[in-house]
């Protein structure tokens, strides 16, 4: 990162704190080091000052980590009372500072995403109210989710969609299959069919899935096609990629009535 500003140091500590990213998880210095990819001298260093500031604590038993009480009283200062749309706003409006995109948050219902928040950029979309219902494989949000999706809510999902439209599925299968390439290489899917051609947008999913309980969100950014160069999509999809990593785990974090 060229910023005379940016601590690595600091950094490098954070990201050893976002490696415990499920309650009660232990993790060896040896197991920090792979996920971070940090070598292990480094890993233990940071380790070993992360424990003497008791942002991390030794296990009961065996020779893991786990997350000390100065971090969960973050964690629990930046999550009381919030909705999962009030932990995404402040990257939203961060997203559209900097690349002057319209961002959306919508979230995953049946066949359908609905939008629930949503910072105008260059262009505000009329046409576009928070509430609004959209079926998934007509805006990069949905399609984003169909490809994360787990394999068993996708294929039901796939059925009542050509239940849905059965006129229409050859070209929305096309539609997916591209999405779900694109999600599988970069992390992200792009649209370029909106508004018959005239509005492009790229997105990202943001899902929790543990055994029956499945949250499905979405983060996109877009604009006009006659001002976003496939260049410039897939810059703000690296953006929304590396967003995604911080909004994840705080969506596991929610508990479902008020994540919804």
Not at 238 to 252: H, N
């Amino acid at each position: 990162m060229d910023d005379r500003n940016f601590v690595t140091a600091l950094a490098r500590g954070l990201d050893i704190l976002r490696c415990f990213d499920r309650p009660g998880m232990e993790l060896t210095v040896s197991e920090i080091a792979r996920r971070t990819g940090l070598n292990q001298p480094t890993a233990w260093r940071l380790s070993h000052t992360l424990v003497a500031c008791g942002f991390l604590v030794q296990a009961l038993h065996g020779a893991g980590l786990k997350i000390g009480a100065p971090a969960l009283t973050l964690g629990y200062a930046a999550m009381e009372g919030m909705s999962f749309p009030a932990v995404v706003l402040p990257y939203m409006q961060q997203i559209t500072h900097q690349t002057k995109a319209s961002t959306t948050l919508t979230v995953w219902q049946a066949m359908e995403m609905i939008s629930v928040q949503r910072c105008d950029g260059e262009v505000v979309l009329l046409n576009q109210p928070i509430g609004g219902r959209t079926l998934m494989t007509s805006v990069p949000s949905g399609l984003a989710v169909l490809a994360a999706l787990p394999a068993q809510a996708r294929d039901v999902i796939r059925q009542q969609l050509h239940a849905h439209r059965p006129a229409s599925w050859p070209r929305r299968v096309d539609r997916m299959a591209r999405a779900q390439q694109e999600y599988d290489k970069f992390g992200y899917v792009i649209h370029q069919a909106m508004l018959e051609g005239q509005y492009v947008g790229v997105a990202v999913p943001l899902i929790f899935a543990e055994g029956d309980d499945i949250r499905a969100w979405a983060l996109s950014a877009g604009g006009l096609t006659t001002r976003w160069t496939n260049q410039r999509l897939h810059e703000v999809g690296e953006e929304l990629r590396r967003v995604k990593q911080f909004l994840e785990p705080a969506l596991a974090a929610i508990p479902p009535v008020l994540a919804a």
